[in-house]
């Protein structure tokens, strides 16, 4: 059994993932900013406070109980998960900001860019934040961010 | 709204298209690897004959730990004469270039003569590896 393990309900974390892409792709259809906004707050919120995230609440109070999606546990560490989250909540803030200072195709470009890392994650499992650490170790940078901490045996 | 209609369409296509050729480019990569001359820093590792996984991973890697090495031990359980060589991508850097590893958990599945079957960049289920192991032993 890996050490530290937490349970993560992964049906919750897709669910998420799944909301960020229709909530994203609407918001671009019908060319309404806010719509933006709001998952930009979702994001920020369930970073910062993961119990709280919006989709999540949804997904463990209602689509649960009603069944219609059935929760996949597995020893996880979330921390890794909640960290792509903030990326895509922070270039989220970058699409707003360029939305609202007039500059439409650089904003949803931007917000095209979240919707594709979370369609990737989605549908192919990968994971960016071993990606980026990787990446960035090769090349002599050893990020040190707590939820980056040298834990043994992988 | 049909505008946009249309771009999003588009956006789906290219991002769809990009994954299928960005795989098939993979698939081309490896194949490559496959008649190429065995790397002097594999030959030099401690590996016994019959098919083998090299299981890239860094020492930070929560998605090695929780999910890969389980799925790695699943595997194993299964085929109980299957090598599995764990290798820190970031020490064997020379390594982890030959085989073009772009991020962690990568496994490459070896055949018996250390050609390498199949390289998952990212996590591999173990399903999935045994099918590859299958075609490792044919």
């Known amino acids: 059994m890996p050490d530290k393990a937490t349970i ?3 049906s919750a974390l897709r669910f998420n993932q799944a909301s960020i892409i229709l909530f994203l792709a609407l918001a671009f259809l019908l060319n309404q900013p806010l719509l933006v906004v709001f998952v930009a707050a979702v994001m920020w919120i369930g970073t910062l406070a ?9 997904y463990r109070h209602i689509i649960k109980p009603l069944g219609v999606i059935r929760p996949v546990l597995k020893a996880d560490d979330p921390k890794p998960h909640l960290f792509a989250q903030g990326v895509g909540a922070l270039v989220l803030t970058l699409s707003i900001v360029a939305l609202f200072a ?5 904003g949803w470009a931007l917000t095209g860019v979240v919707v594709a890392l979370a369609a990737i994650n ?8 071993c990606f980026m650490y990787y990446q960035l170790a090769r090349r002599g940078i050893h990020a040190n961010l707590p939820w980056w901490q040298a834990r043994q045996g992988a | ?10 956006f789906v296509l290219l991002l769809t298209g990009g994954v299928l050729l960005w795989r098939r480019y993979l698939e081309q990569q490896t194949k490559r690897l496959a008649f190429a001359q065995v790397p002097t820093e594999l030959a030099a590792l401690p590996l016994a004959s019959g098919p083998a996984v ?7 890697c929560a998605q090695c730990r929780f999910q890969q090495t389980p799925a790695l031990a699943a595997v194993q359980q299964q085929r109980s004469a299957l090598q599995v060589l764990k290798l820190d991508a970031v020490e064997h850097q020379r390594l982890a270039d030959t085989y073009h590893i772009m991020t962690v958990p990568t496994t490459v599945v070896l055949d018996g003569q250390r050609r390498p079957v199949a390289i998952n960049h990212g996590l591999a289920s173990a399903d999935r590896l045994l099918a590859q192991l299958d075609r490792a032993s044919e």
């Open chain 2, 1 to 10: 709204m049909l505008e946009r209609t249309l771009w999003l369409a588009t």
């Open chain 1, 102 to 106: 007039g500059l439409p195709v650089l």
């Open chain 1, 50 to 58: 993961p119990g709280a995230g919006l989709f999540k609440l949804v």
């Open chain 1, 122 to 129: 989605l549908f192919l499992g990968f994971c960016m934040g």
């Open chain 1, 8 to 10: 993560v309900d992964h």
């Open chain 2, 54 to 60: 090299l299981y890239f991973t860094t020492a930070t």
